[in-house]
């Protein structure tokens, strides 16, 4: 049985590992505990945050413009009797559009 501490790993700040070389083998036990579960914490934040993307990237419809959020919902708008697509969605308090195409393209 050896009577050496164990090495730090490297890639550990000097400050950190100072700390915990002068921390008693109780608040070890309980550093020990809470770096695993904030570690689990912080791995599932990432997950979920992942996921929240790549749903976000799946469910852009494929002619949205980049400047239209992917909430916006399309309305239709009739000037001059004839009918066009707005893509449109709300800012805050305000309700903002982009055009998108006629309703009838061959008119």
Known sequence: MSFEPPTPPMNLPTDLVNTLNESTPEHLRDIATYAEELAEH?????????ETTEDE???R???LPDDVPTKATITIKEINDNRYYY????EGEKIKSKYKGPVNPDK
């Open 87 to 90: 893509w449109q969605w709300r």
């Open 57 to 59: 990237i799946e469910k």
């Open 42 to 50: 912080k791995e599932r934040k990432a997950r979920l945050e992942e």
């Open 61 to 63: 419809p494929d002619d």
